[in-house]
């Protein structure tokens, strides 16, 4: 019962961190259909950041986490502007590649600057300890990751579904020529989305940062857990996301505790089996 | 074509030389005389010449599948490593230690491995496919890793000692003669695969890259065309996983890796899609790079490799060989 208990909240926090970064990827990836294998650097970028900003200059997680995600998109904007525009509408090579030496020339340069050693962000007090849930405690930070999950699921669902700004996302992932022809100006409307991508992608790197440790390689390592995710979920659909992490951090997290020596043996089998039934993804769009 | 319906005996030269040409000897002699020039020039450096060799018929192996056929993975080091366990298995375990038979096993079981990843990858396109091909070689690197009792696991399979190569060449301390050996396998397979890309399967597979729907329409079954060529694909990549076993006498879980299959993409993006040659020489300036700059910091490598990837992603979309021939054809057509 404990082993259950503890497995059931380890996956809910790491199957959180994986939507709150993956989200992001998965709506850039249903509207502008860029296969952007470069979002995980961008977590990594946030990682970094909130360390130098928390544990260097002492600043606290807070500011941290507000350094990692402004800094982040800041970062970011450019490498839209001169690189990901040329991507729309390219081959899933062109984009594949382009998007791994992106990753990769950003490894080498965080490297350069902050140096090839694991970073840690410290927690505040408040988070470092455990949460009584009467029957049960559970690590703080873990409760933290989660809680933050549901609030960035459910603030994505208000923006999109609620908003005036989420109809024009909306009409723009259906049909971008339609929209733009409807007077929607789907280049603010992918500007905007990418930079709350990046947003969420720093978001989750700090948050994630017990679960999935900032180091020289996270970019690289952690590229392809995020793609997979959103290919079982289906590009741009939010539920999908969150089913698709939720499911996959359970079997990851399951498949760490019960049979260790396999390591990431299940998870891959699990993706390979859903994948071929659903090759859209699990809640993905038919077309 | 003029000169050709006047001068009857240069026309008949011209296209004998042509089809020499075509028939892949220029390149199988180039490989011969760069093989050469890297033996004199780096006699010390005889293990990075061979592990060029074997990655290059990897890249090789990829062009089949995603230059000829237009299939995008992320997951071809699995035939690879296919290719270089089963000759390490079949030394260590069974030992039948002849490198030619174990050359022959690691192609059949690049193969096999060829026929399972292409049976997988193949059932989607796109994204999924991409993940599908991501997923195989993580599954066949954990499965690799957990019978460790086969493969030696995360140590490496060891014990593997070739013989004599037709009992008359010592592997050496060296490398020499495992840098003959693979030069030559290098040029059987380059002539082979020369042949296969210009034959009547390797035009239907181009067919399929283009347009599948035409080629569906022609009465051709897509999946057939890919399948078999994915299977050709293995044993290609597994004679290549077999040189390095040979050579290197350890097979480790890194030859089953992802990075590996990312790499030999992108040595073959840098080269050029969709021609032997690009392959080739993706693979030589890829690893020579490798080898330098990470010498000095493997961030600086990485870095480096990232931004060539972007540029030729951006201006020469062809690949250094595909830009560069385009670019003389344009001047000799400016000329003419």
Redesign the interface.
Known sequence: MQTVFSIAVDALAYGMVLFVISIGLSVT?GLMRV?NLAHGAFAMIGGYLASYAARDLGLGYAAGILVAVVGTVIIAIPIERL?YR?LYGA????Q???T??????????T??IFG?TLKTIPLPPALQGSVDLGFRSIAAHRLFAIVCGLIVAAALWFLIERTAFGIRLRAAVDNAAMAAALGVRTEIVYAVSFAVAIGLAALGGVLGAELLPVE?YYA?RYM?TF??V???GG?GSIPGALLACLLLGAIDTTGRYLAP?????F???A??VI??LF???LLGRSK | MTVASTDHSSAANLSIARRLADGGLIGALAIVVIGAIGYYLFPNNLALLTRMTAIALLVLSLDLV?GYCGV?T?GHAALFGAGAYGAGIAAAHFGISEPLTMTLVGALTGSAAGLVSGV?IL??????Q???S???I??FH??A??ASAWTGGSDGLSGIMPEAVFGLFEFDLWGQTAYIYGLVLLTVVFVALRILVRSPFGMLARGVREDRIRITAMGASVNSVLLRMYVISGAVAGIGGALSAISTQVVGLDSLS??LS?EA??ML?LGG?GSLYGAMIGTMVFMWFEDTLSAINP????????????A???FA?KGLYGSTAGFVSRLRRGRG
């Open positions: 990836m296969v690189l040329r081959t899933e090579l062109t594949v590649l382009m791994i030496g992106i990753t990769f020339c950003v490894i080498g340069i490297n350069f090839p020289p690289l392809v793609l997979v959103v290919s079982v590009a020596e396999y390591g990431e043996f998870f891959y089998l993706v390979i994948v071929t090759p859209r993804g | 995603t995008a992320l997988v059932r989607a396109h796109g994204l999924a991409l993940v599908l991501i997923a195989v993580h599954l954990e499965a890793n957990k992802f990075t990312a993409l992108v993006v899609t961030f600086h490598w990485l870095t480096i490799i990232g931004a060539l990837l972007v030729v992603v951006l979309p």
